[in-house]
């Protein structure tokens, strides 16, 4: 299967506002009623930044009489951070830090066939890119502007992308599929 960066993002290319807040997106309607829910049921293992996994933390989890079961995801996720997250109890959640080599190695074993997910955060999307790693990236947009936040991606990547869908949801997103055209045809392998 595939690493896939599956995000939302503003009309302007951003993924949060300024302070990290996503109630911008939920003002729009359901973004479950979008392909998401076919495309998670696929997913077989995450990875995803500090900043994603604290505002879960802060919106979901922390305010929860059962903050294990508030925890969204039952498969393994690896959470990107170099300082300390407070911590779910009986979920499989792994903090590390350094290269995603590493880490897209046990994804790849732990998620089997299934799809490994990049969860937020556009820089952790890029390194995948870097190391080879990234296969596609499916981009929700929703018709809003924000004018500032955190960026789908925070630098430029020269990325070859071939577009391979665009769908309409409603009156707010728009889905836009692209598989990425490594250059170096042995990067490409290294994602196999």
């Known amino acids: ?11 302007d290319g951003f ?23 076919r495309f998670f049921e696929q997913v077989g293992a995450i990875a995803m ?18 903050p294990s079961e508030a925890w969204p995801y039952k498969m393994p996720v690896w959470v990107f951070s170099n300082r300390k997250l407070p911590r779910i109890e009986n979920r499989d959640i792994r903090f590390v830090s ?21 969860v937020g955060g556009g820089d952790l ?9 990234l296969d596609e990236i499916i981009i929700t947009v929703a018709s809003v502007t924000l004018g500032g936040g955190v960026p789908f991606f925070p630098r430029r990547t020269d990325m070859p ?7 309409q949801y409603g009156r707010a997103f728009a889905e836009l599929r692209y598989e990425i055209q490594y250059v ?7 994602n196999q």
């Open 1 to 11: 299967m595939k690493t896939v960066f599956n995000a939302a993002a503003s009309l």
């Open 15 to 37: 993924i949060a506002d300024e302070d990290n807040s996503l109630e911008w997106l939920f003002q729009l309607g359901d973004p479950e009623d979008t392909e998401f829910n």
């Open 49 to 66: 930044g500090a900043t994603t996994y604290q505002w879960i933390y802060d919106h979901q989890v922390s305010t929860s009489d059962d």
């Open 98 to 118: 350094g290269s995603v080599e590493p880490v897209h190695d046990a994804m790849c074993r732990e998620a089997g066939g299934n799809i490994r997910w990049i």
């Open 125 to 133: 999307a890029v390194q995948f890119y870097d190391a080879g790693l």
């Open 161 to 167: 992308l071939k577009l391979l869908s665009v769908k």
């Open 184 to 190: 170096n045809p042995s990067t490409a392998v290294k």
